[in-house]
């Protein structure tokens, strides 16, 4: 599958679906920006660029990545 881009305010979150393990780390840091159950799941402007990328950096599989512009 191809690595997925959500565009920020200032910043992209990636998700590489083929490396992620569904360890649902970011899902519980911050629904309001993961959610799997909505289209699309990611939303970057249910939290500030910071507290997204500390959410991401938790991430066990590095799925998520983080790319300030």
């Known amino acids: 599958m191809a690595i997925e ?19 649902g780390r970011c899902v519980k840091g911050l629904p309001a920006v993961f959610d799997a159950k909505r289209k699309p799941w990611v939303d970057p402007s249910g939290a500030s660029a910071d ?5 991401i ?9 983080f790319v300030r512009d």
């Open 5 to 23: 881009h959500y565009k920020g305010d200032g910043f992209t979150v990636t998700y590489d679906p083929d490396v992620c393990t569904h360890a």
């Open 51 to 55: 507290e997204i990328e500390a959410q």
């Open 57 to 65: 950096a938790k991430c066990p599989s590095r799925a998520l990545g």
